[in-house]
């Protein structure tokens, strides 16, 4: 199963539930399409009608659910993710990248992050210093989030889809990232 998350760090909870609302509404209107134009030979169109019940159930069922993590087997094709919740590459899980070397954060746990606040981390390369947040965690095997949709066995839409890979990252939130991997 590929699993990929489009969530967001330091949103508050009240506009969580509006981001997490609106960005469920349109992946519930993507459908997968083929098509000879992209190498992939398909790619994701939005804009579709959406089904409203869906999304109030999915909506209320992480609503209910806020103070337990979205684990893998519980996902629907799209989940809302409110709460306390974490995104992870699962089997391809790798260290996160310095955004300036590309240097790996060796032994990074999350272990700090899931029990507080997003912490600072440096590189032994370069020595930039930041939040965790703003290093390259597109296959980290850990990032926590209040705000956040993940997506089971769509296609990859970083690849095959940029539009709406932009598009969902916008509507997520500020700090907006996006997390990938395989269960
Ligand atoms: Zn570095």
Redesign the pocket.
Known sequence: MFVQYYFALGESDASAVHRVRETVRFFLGCREVDTVESEHGSTVVPGHPVDHRALGELMSEALRNLDRATEVPDRHLVTPMLGFDFACAWNYAVDPW??????PLEGWDGEAWMHGAEPFET??????TGLIGDWDLTNAAFAKTNCGVALLDWPNLWECAVEVHRHALGLIGRRSRYLCGGV
């Open positions: 310095c955004p300036r070397c590309r240097t590189c032994s390369a370069c020595e930039f």
